[in-house]
């Protein structure tokens, strides 16, 4: 039988440890644990939760690495209880939602001028965001995970312990479905590639994926993982598989592959390793690459991901740092330096020693732009609106070229005015003071108005009173 070795344009992909001057220091992060990754990031910002009272949250420019002092540096500070997840709006790099343990979900709008740390990588003075653009409220405990929709504008699903799941419309501050069928503390919520469904892993052991639009499961997967620990989830793009991570009854870290149609029995089963923490799967749809992260270790695992088997097919030695994460994310795919062949970036949170930027680089010795490891990416504007998504619009994401020719400055999405309570009561107190500025106007000209016919007093009186007390 000949040897073959099979060939992968992402086959020598790698990653080195970053520099201290890359990394972001000097904060103390918040004690609350869960199943969240604790770090959100999106092209232009990250953010993480804070130690202190209120539920401070920190938000960084990718742009600006440099060490954080709390009390001089801006935060954001607004619920009444630590913040437990957080997510950006895919089609606006500004937006920022944030789950706490008040039961409210807080959405934010980052300012354009928002600076913690300048161009020396030293602490900035800055004025904390305390006002958000929109308040949901609607679960009973505390909102655990958030998940913003991956093609509709303003769309957000968001799970509590309560055991309900709900999705938002959080342009219109309204409810659109909910979920409570659930048997146990929800461990993970992921949307597929249109959006079109919405899987969620259980305490007690059942994967179930929903219709989000009418809050009904459409199919389970009874055991998904034999061990107790936490079940991560992962659509695998468009090819109809799902992935899911969790342990086996020996406690051994495993993977699973099934396929939608029929989820009587994985496709494909692999097992990991012994270690005892949480894997995190972050896919890049557009590479088909898998990477693995674990909770409390230092290794990040990359795959390759074919639609036959066996599936996975793992990529180089990946990244490995003798430095435990605490939490893992990934920087959408138009903030990366593309012209030094950066194929993906994460942004890996550690205890003691700050946030590592880890960027993979796929190795090329042109200095012209290869499209041929950066195919179209999705883009920051959304395939539809959310009325049309709840009415059954089912689209894949618009795509943008990468490309720095050809690409177009989309500038980080659109930013969306929502109209929050300051800006309608600053709004309504301006339109009143004209309203009586104007009365008083024709009052002094003696030109009726609806409303105040001249002689029946009121304006005309107080005009009356001001003249007399000016002749004095």
Same mark, same amino acid.
């Given at each position: ?25 000097? $904060? ?13 990031? *999106? ?94 409220? +609607?679960?009973?405990? %505390? ?13 957000? +699903?968001?799970? *509590? ?17 909910? $979920? ?14 249109? +959006? ?106 990359? $795959? ?11 990529? @180089? ?34 205890? @003691? ?27 920051? %504007? ?28 989309? @500038? ?5 005015? $929502? ?26 000209? @003696? ?26």
């Amino acid at each position: 039988m000949a040897f073959k070795i099979r060939t992968s344009k992402y086959r020598h992909i790698f990653c080195d440890a970053p520099k201290p001057e890359e990394c972001w220091t000097g $904060f103390r992060l918040s004690t609350v644990t869960g199943d969240q990754q604790y770090i959100k990031a *999106s092209a232009k910002y990250f953010a993480v939760s804070l130690f202190g009272g209120g539920g401070p949250l920190m938000v960084g420019r990718l742009d600006r690495p440099g060490r954080f002092k709390p009390g001089e540096c801006p935060e954001i500070q607004g619920h009444t209880g630590s913040v437990l997840d957080c997510d950006f709006n895919p089609f606006d790099d500004s937006m920022l939602a944030t789950a706490s343990e008040d039961t409210t979900i807080k959405l934010w709008s980052i300012p354009d001028d928002w600076e913690p740390t300048n161009e020396k990588g030293l602490a900035h003075s800055g004025e904390n965001l305390t006002e958000s653009l929109v308040d949901l409220t +609607g679960h009973r405990k %505390k909102v655990n995970l958030l998940r913003f929709h991956p093609t509709a504008s303003n769309v957000l +699903g968001s799970c *509590s312990s309560d055991y309900v799941v709900k999705v938002w419309d959080v342009e219109k501050g309204e409810e659109i479905s909910s $979920f409570s069928d659930n048997g146990g503390l929800i461990q993970d919520i992921v949307w597929d590639f249109k +959006g079109d469904l919405l899987a969620t892993s259980c305490k007690d052991r059942i994967v179930r994926i929903m219709d989000p639009r009418a809050g009904s499961v459409a199919s389970t997967i009874e055991k998904a993982h034999e061990g107790v620990k936490s079940v991560k989830l992962q659509f695998m793009g468009e090819s109809g598989k799902f992935l899911t991570v969790g342990a086996s009854r020996q406690s051994a870290r495993e993977v699973k592959i099934w396929d939608l149609k029929n989820l009587s029995a994985p496709l494909s089963s692999e097992v990991l390793d012994t270690a005892s923490g949480v894997l995190l799967p972050l896919y890049d749809n557009d590479t088909n690459v898998l990477y693995l992260c674990g909770k409390g270790d230092g290794m990040i695992r990359p $795959f390759e991901f074919e639609d036959k088997k066996p599936f996975l097919h793992r990529l @180089n030695d990946g990244y490995r740092s003798t430095k435990p994460a605490k939490g893992v994310c990934m920087v959408p795919k138009h903030g990366l330096d593309v012209m030094g062949c950066e194929t993906a970036r994460l942004l890996k949170l550690t205890n @003691n020693d700050g946030i590592h930027p880890l960027r993979f680089i796929v190795p090329r010795k042109s200095d012209a732009f290869q499209d041929d490891i950066f195919p179209d990416c999705p883009s920051t %504007k959304p395939a539809h609106t959310a009325d049309e998504w709840a009415s059954g619009s089912s689209k894949p994401p618009e795509t943008m070229c990468l490309d720095p020719r050809v690409r177009k400055d989309e @500038n980080g999405g659109v930013k969306k005015q $929502f109209r929050t309570m300051a800006t309608v009561t600053k709004e309504l107190d301006e339109a009143k003071a004209r309203i009586a500025y104007l009365e008083k106007k024709l009052v002094e000209a @003696n030109k009726a108005f609806e409303g105040v016919p001249l002689g029946s007093g009121g304006i005309e009186n107080q005009v009356c009173e001001e003249k007399r007390i000016t002749d004095l």
